[in-house]
């Protein structure tokens, strides 16, 4: 009873402003409220509960949205400054939360595997949300250590549920082991820093670091803060360290790919921000050429490997490894104006993501495979449901008026500003390059005639318009982008 | 004089080394999930050593965090390959080979 | 001979013992002596855990991870009946890249380390470690601590469903 | 008129594309009546405010990131008045014209959305009055002609067509950005009027050379995709899969002029690298040139005009290097006139011969067809440089600027003047004269009137074009400073010119047009023939042959093909590194991680 009331009110986020936030505000535990009710209602609960599980799980996201929208104000810390509240934190958990809403809907609708039925599935997404949300509040290595291992075993789970599917198995185990190298990364780097700066908390770490980096445990410092890195490379899709995407992307059931490409991502970039503007602030100007190659890498990798790739998930793999590159060109100008940038191409990627796989997810059994192959002619057959392809593919491709475009600007002028000239040529050509395999599948929609036999394809109304709405995201977004760049700039400033 | 940070510290690097070299030349399963172990003990050990050297006790209880992750990754990451052991009766790395382009 | 040279042969007895056993986890043919050889030297670690009079976590160690952890990955490999690992090893060139990557890595950890040639051992523990160790883990790392029980959570349903039999999942009659 | 009513350019448009899309789609009529309206309305605009000398509308702020705003801002000086007037007057016609043309066409709707999209973003480019702005129109302009060229998306070519015009437009775009973050980064403003103030004030006067070099390059590789310049002119010929309609207003007055104009736009910021102008100049020059060699050989009536426009352009181009905007802008605007009614022509004649567009398979239109052909005469005679004609004088204005610099390009110039003429005779004489080789052509009939009308106006427009006092307009004050004109040199070598290639052409095709199919017939015609074959037309033929050549192999290969090429190799290797399973991905983790830790210990 107290935990329900504690957790309304911590929903509501009435923090005040300052210091001292009490831990039933912290919205985290109603978050892990609403998933252990989910779990527990849906192993013991009655029937027709059960069946409606799904459902639930998706008002409650669309609630915990809304509320986070519209209420939560930053300023504050809890459990003695393990826990942050400031603009960072709830710009990404509201991307969090629209990650979960948008995947747990379309597990709703979607034919393909998930089945609201089955309750971990309608329950899993919570504890993911839930470890994510901490990652980005994280104020000390303990917590983010935790809360990243619990994203990462959540998401195995999440990826190899269909085991009736190799695929979705054999993607389960890649995952598994490229993740358990990077836990080990992170945890021998966590231990090289703690050794050389004698904290793990990120504030004391921050005006430690540069000391120890100068002083005689340099190295070792310098080890410590690269091995870190590489996880967290890891965790962003970043090459030379995206080996998994491809794989994963492919095997796992669609919304499933749609949650890890937005919010797995979005989560290792609130990580990677929150490591730079805290612990890692007093090097950041070093760290500075390591992230400009990891994101030229990335662009040149994603970009030229999604070109001959046959089936769209893995394609949305690739493509996401060269967006995680542009997104970490922001990240490397190391500027404000770079991070406002990086967290509006995030909202404006998870839009255009969300579109093509949530019609994908729709479609998939009726089309017979996520092969490029299976969308040929999809404009004869569903001439609507093509355009929507079209606009999530071109935002994806950086055109204007979507906010894919707009995007990509902000984040090249942010990196120019910052002198990385060479970084923006680069990224120039990976996005004229990209254009190549961004129109394939457009091609075959419009262009190739239809399979002979092709059953009829049918989306119902509620999803249609769930991902007009995010169609219409990317178009608002890419022509009145002012009020939400100036929110952005806002929250930030505040913290 | 006795043994001191670098000794120590060459130990967990070692380890830390050969288990990485097995999860790359080792195609049994579970075998490579045992180096993964191996890497993760690698930098609890370092994790212990740094926090005895400096005197402190943040590092052990860091280390607690580290062992029980380390247990849950075991448990699903086995989960996982019994799941694959009875969908494919393999427990070869180089066996999956269906996800491809 | 003073007490120096017993702590020399004590760590170079462990090190040793750590460090060999971690090498035949890597060269053991079968799995079953893979694991075993995980196992000593994860006890081996423990008892440089000792040597360094961190009681709590070497036992924590020995306990958990040569006890739990070892007897699942044990009997996972008894429930599966896995033979030693048979066929196709690894070519000369895929050992050589393994080793220049592993050469390179040790001479870049050698660098970091050769500034701290000197010895000497770590300060005394203080007498009330455990004590310690319990404030800080239940009183300042209490929100890690709650997130370790969400995951704990996790893994429970993770492992149910993925090892629930029914095999290709008869409740969704998906082919 | 109040300024705010400027919006209305925009916004009516957009507004007639988003009906069409959303309301109107089923219903093909009113389709096509909002869409032609919109582009009425928006030429009265146009007209009534360029006439009343309306102020430009108050700027609003689009976008303000952290240190920087983005505003929507319009800038009507009198180039942009001019071009203005231009875009939205050919654009009008094009949708009267389109009304006859698609009538029978089932996707007329699409076409009509499509074709208001496209005003939408050309009307942009033309009144924006800032970088940002321009490139976002710029793309968007990309993206309609993507949609209006694949508009027959059934036919194979269509589809390829359409994908090669977008990826090669992307490559030069590629350019124009980074010259766009280049004028930010060296001027720290992307506004024309504040970029322009600061220049006068003289920002760039100390800067070293290689910067502004690369800045002024950066803008003309945006140009260089658009307007369809050598190396990147591969798309513009194939774009000739859309419908007609859609090739005249592409390729006459708007998309590609939108590279020319842009040029003159930031002319004030290029012209401040002398040696960009050079690059500038020739690289017009040799466009212009290689371009009328190659539409010598061509067969189809389209891609004769394409590669004229090709060439046009070139020529305009060359007259921004030379440091002459405003002759540039006056052929801009002639060649909007000419080339738009060539292509309405032409379209009238493949609509009246059900889609045949071989020339050698027309012939004899002149009597079937009289008023398209009188006015297609009109056209290429002032294409061809007539004088008297629109064209004598736009082309006589950028000879005179290469005479003024005495540069050699003069001569690359007249020899491109005088394979113009050749051509186009050429084209005139195998379509027109002699009769009808197929049953298509003998029963050819005028087309309706929706259809001639807009080739009267337009053809009107073409013969006096030159005098409408355009030029004098665009070069301001410059244009009383030296009234009284110039020698003779130049008119003369023009006019010397034009006739030499009228006469050959019309010289030689004259007996062609019915000697391939009656052989045998007149061995001395066979005997010029071998002369002609000898001697001009050889020389001409290797080398439009070697062009032809070069286009299709080295260019489509190296630029197209080969960035495919070499895109493809990596993409296999990465194919291939992704194909070696989890322990190949572990070790390629570790080996990353080796890599970044060397680089740490080495630094």
Redesign the interface.
Known sequence: MIGLASGAMAATGLAPAGHGMPWWQVPEFCWLLVGTVLLLGGCWGPEPLRGRAGAVSTAFFGLMFIVGLFFWRPGGEAFGGFYRWDGLAILFKRLFLFGGLIASWMMLRSPDGPRSERIEYVALPWFAVLAMGLMASAGDFAVLFVSLETLTITSYILVSLERDRATSLEAGIKYLIMGGLSAAFLVYGIALLYGTCGTLRFDEMASRLPGALAGELGPVARAGLLCVMVAVAFKVAAAPFQWWVPDVYQGAPVPITGFLAVASKAAGFAVLLRLLWGPFAGVREALVPMIAWLAAASIVVGNFGALSQRNLKRLMGYSGVSHAGYLLMGVAAGTAAGVEAVIYYLIGYAAAVFVVLGLLAGLVDRLGGADLRHLNGLAKREPGLAWLMLVGLASLAGLPPLVGFLGKWLVFVAAFQAGLVWLVIVACVGVVASLYYYLAPVRGMFFEPPPPDAPSLELDIPYRTCISVLMGITIILGVAPGPVVAAIGGLLAGQ | MSPGLLHYLAVSGLIFLIGLAGVVVRRNIIVVYMCLELMLAAGVLAMVVFSRFLGQTDGQVFVFFIITVAAAEVAVGLALIVALFRARRTTRLDELNTLRF | MD??FF??VL?WTL?VG??GF??L??A?RS?VS??LS?AC??VF?AG??V????Y??AA??VL??AG??IV??LF??M??D?RA?V??R?GAL??L???V??V??????W?????????????P??PD?VR??GR??FA??????E??G??????M???V???RPG???GE?G?? | MPGALWWLLLLLPIGSALLITAVLRPYRVASAAVSVFSAGACFMLAVWGVASGAAAPEPVAWLRASDWVVMVAMMLDPLAEVMLLVVTGVGFVIHVFSLGYMSDDPGRSRFFGGLSLFMFSMTGIVVSGNLVMTFIFWELVGVSSYLLIGFWFERPSAAAAANKAFIVNRIGDFGFLLGILAVWGTLGDLGFGPLRAKIEAGALDTAPWLPVFLMALGLFCGAVGKSAQVPLHVWLPDAMEGPTPVSALIHAATMVAAGVYFLCRVFFLIEMSVPALDVIAWTGGATALVAALIAVRQDDIKRVLAYSTVSQLGYMVMAVGLAAPAAAMFHLCTHAFFKALLFLAAGSVIHALHHQQDIWKMGGLRTAMPVTFWTFAAGALALAGCPGLSGFFSKEAILEAAHETASPLLWLGLLTAFLTAFYMSRLAMVAFFGEGRERRAREAKESPAVMVVPLVVLAVLSVVGGGLGIYGVLRGEAAAADAEGHGWLVPALSFLVFAAGVGTGAWLYRDRERDPLRLGALRDKLYFDEVYGATVVAANGRLAQFWDWFDHFVISSLFVRGTGLVAGGVGNACRFLQGVGASGYAFLFAAGAALLLLWAAVR
Do not use: K
């Open positions: 007490a120096t702590e020399w760590f090190a750590a460090v971690a090498l986890v890597v053991g799995p893979s694991a995980l030297s994860m670690g440089l855990m040597q360094l009079r961190a709590f976590i924590v160690q958990v991870y739990a952890v699942l990955f996972i490999i429930l599966m896995l690992e066929g196709r690894r895929g050992l890249a393994v080793a990557v592993c390179s890595m040790a001479v870049a950890g660098r970091a380390l050769a500034p701290l040639a000197g010895g000497g051992g770590p300060p523990a203080a470690e310690q160790f800080l883990l300042d790392n209490v929100l890690p601590l997130v370790t969400v995951l704990l959570l996790v893994v349903v993770g492992v469903v993925l090892c095999g290709a999942d969704r998906r082919p």
